[in-house]
């Protein structure tokens, strides 16, 4: 990274309250990304509350996707099964 993008990507994790260990500060690129993101939007805050709240629960889906997942007659039992989860 050069130094100007470096002396720029410093400032911004200051304001974010974001710190590099020292191990950190020489990375670069991709590994510096991947080293920084899950301190600046921790997956588990973000992603698990989304899916809960957007996401159908299983057995409702299940009522709706069975034509989707299954290929034979909806009268068959596995149908049958699928739709009575």
């Known amino acids: 990274m050069m130094?100007?993008?470096?002396?720029?990507?410093?400032?911004?994790?200051?304001?974010?309250?974001i710190y590099?260990?020292?191990?950190e500060k020489s990375m670069t690129g991709r590994q510096l990304?991947?080293?920084?993101?899950?301190r600046f939007l921790p997956l588990n805050e973000v992603i698990i509350p989304m899916m809960i709240?957007?996401?159908p629960?299983?057995?409702?889906?299940?009522?709706?996707?069975?034509?989707?997942l299954f290929t034979?007659?909806?009268d068959h039992?596995?149908?049958?099964a699928m739709g009575h989860l």
Do not use: F, N
Request: aromatic share 2%; glycine share 4%; proline share 4%.
């Open 3 to 17: 130094t100007g993008q470096m002396d720029q990507l410093s400032q911004m994790l200051k304001q974010l309250k």
């Open 20 to 23: 590099l260990k020292d191990e």
């Open 33 to 38: 990304i991947r080293s920084v993101m899950p």
């Open 53 to 55: 709240q957007h996401l």
């Open 57 to 68: 629960c299983p057995s409702e889906a299940q009522l709706y996707r069975i034509e989707t």
């Open 72 to 74: 034979g007659a909806m």
């Open 77 to 80: 039992e596995c149908a049958l």
